[in-house]
Antibody, heavy 121, light 107 residues
């Protein structure tokens, strides 16, 4: 069974650093891109970026480029999303999702349960 | 970035109703369009990919259509478990943007 299990909720102060994780199981982790998606409570979904764990090739949305770092450790089938200086505006739920490719395009077929990040100023 | 615009932003419907949600892309994206359902407190769930392909395990009352810039998600005979928020997403180019969502509420 394919699963993406994310790390638990975090409460941080503005300016602190943070890394949250997403561990894949039930499939070959290095064969699928992993994306990160932000959701501010009560709002929509924002595509942040993707990483290919096989070679750590990464693409960021321009909106998030320079604001976060996406990485992966294929030896433990885990992807990461990290901040070096959190802001209150980073408070949100963050989802990881597996990207599946077909001839008709790509889509997110499995999602993590989400990690709630709360940043107080 | 490709902008995705959904309409309506919310709707009220009754069990058994036929519901149609629209999604318009700011440029031609062919059929590189996906639909997701999200229930409160849960991660999104894939319903439709490539504009009209039903994801495995998704009930056949869900269907997708369209190409180019205009797309639809149709739910025939709305069921109690279908009350949720629905998002379209383009997979034509990065960033893979989502629509703002359509909340389907009980009338």
């Amino acid at each position: 069974e394919v699963q993406l299990v994310q790390s638990g909720a975090e409460v941080k102060q503005s300016g602190e650093s943070l890394r949250i994780s997403c561990k894949g199981s039930g499939y070959t982790f290095t064969n699928y891109w992993i994306a990160w998606v932000r959701q501010i409570p009560g709002k929509g979904l924002d595509w942040m970026g993707v990483i290919y764990p096989g070679d750590s090739d990464t693409t960021y949305s321009p909106s998030f480029q320079g604001q976060v770092t996406i990485s992966a450790d294929k030896s433990i089938s885990t992807a990461y999303l990290q901040w070096s200086g959190l802001k209150a505006s980073d408070s949100a739920i963050y989802y990881c999702a597996r990207r599946h490719y077909t001839s008709g395009g790509s889509f997110f077929d499995y999602w993590g349960q989400g990690t709630l990040v709360t940043v107080s100023s | 970035d490709i902008q995705m615009d959904q309409s309506p932003s919310s709707l009220s419907a009754s069990v058994g109703d036929r519901v149609t949600i629209s999604c318009r892309a700011s440029q031609d994206i062919g059929t590189y369009l996906n639909w997701y359902q999200q229930k409160p407190g849960k991660a999104p769930n894939l319903l439709i990919y490539a504009a009209s392909s039903l994801q495995s395990g998704v009930p056949s009352r869900f269907s997708g259509g369209g190409s180019g810039t205009d797309f639809t998600l149709t739910i025939t005979s709305l069921q109690p478990e279908d009350f949720a928020t629905y998002y379209c997403q383009q997979s034509y180019s990065s960033p893979r943007t989502f629509g703002q969502g359509t909340k389907v509420e009980i009338k």
